[in-house]
T-cell receptor, first 114, second 116 residues
Framework: GESVGLHLPTLSVQEGDNSIINCAYS??????FIWYKQESGKGPQFIID?????DKRQGQRVTVLLNKTVKHLSLQIAATQPGDSAVYFC?????????????FGTGTRLLVSP | GAVVSQHPSWVICKSGTSVKIECRSL??????MFWYRQFPKQSLMLMAT?????????EQGVEKDKFLINHASLTLSTLTVTSAHPEDSSFYIC????????????FGPGTRLTVT
């Protein structure tokens, strides 16, 4: 079945450190991946996305890496700030679902200490 | 950027009653809208996908007669939880996909439903 999972449920870092959040996916038919940030009581907020024909994509302070060989996705946050504290979800779009729906991972809570 | 609103942001209802949640795309046309449910400390689980003017497609295990979805226009979808029970208490989140976008979904802020 479809599943997207994360290795670490909680990640604690110090302000200014770099953070790396990992995600494993199981559907080799997925062609699009997204990272979302969700603060308590709010909806998911888009961070960055990557298509399966890319290995790396950079945004402002964030980088997403995709390793299709081992079906692994990671989100790197540079110079982590207290405002980055939230739950981060990876999501994949399996191309064999028809409606371009997203399958979400289990989430990682990022705690940033000042 | 694309904005999706939900109303109400939170609601408390008694067991056995029905509750309607609205999802609106404010600055884009959402040909497809998605409804998710999220229990505390868990991930988002897709409940159903609705295309404007068509019947919604429900995920396995989601009762279509209990969770009524209407997507009558390109900017509005509604989810009605009928005969709500305490186990339906959850965070309901909708998202819309722009008619010109293949993948990206824009999420609403969510609706907290508490059934007493």
């Amino acid at each position: 079945g479809e599943s997207v999972g994360l290795h670490l449920p909680t990640l604690s870092v110090q302000e200014g450190d770099n953070s790396i959040i990992n995600c494993a996916y199981s559907n080799s038919a997925s062609d699009y991946f997204i990272w979302y940030k969700q603060e308590s009581g709010k909806g998911p907020q888009f961070i960055i996305d990557i298509r399966s024909n890319m290995d790396k994509r950079q945004g402002q302070r964030v980088t997403v890496l995709l390793n299709k060989t081992v079906k692994h996705l990671s989100l790197q946050i540079a110079a982590t700030q207290p405002g980055d504290s939230a739950v981060y979800f990876c999501a994949e779009n399996p191309t064999n679902t028809g409606f371009q729906k997203l399958v979400f991972g289990t989430g990682t809570r990022l705690l940033v200490s000042p | 950027g694309a904005v999706v609103s939900q109303h109400p942001s939170w609601v408390i209802c008694k067991s056995g009653t029905s509750v309607k949640i609205e999802c609106r795309s404010l600055d884009f046309q959402a040909t497809t809208m998605f409804w998710y449910r999220q229990f505390p400390k868990q991930s988002l689980m897709l409940m159903a996908t609705s295309n404007e003017g068509s019947k919604a497609t429900y995920e396995q295990g989601v009762e279509k007669d209990k969770f009524l979805i209407n997507h009558a226009s390109l900017t509005l979808s509604t989810l009605t939880v009928t005969s709500a029970h305490p186990e339906d208490s959850s965070f309901y989140i909708c998202s819309g996909r722009d008619r010109w976008s293949s993948y990206e979904q824009y999420f609403g802020p969510g609706t907290r439903l508490t059934v007493t």
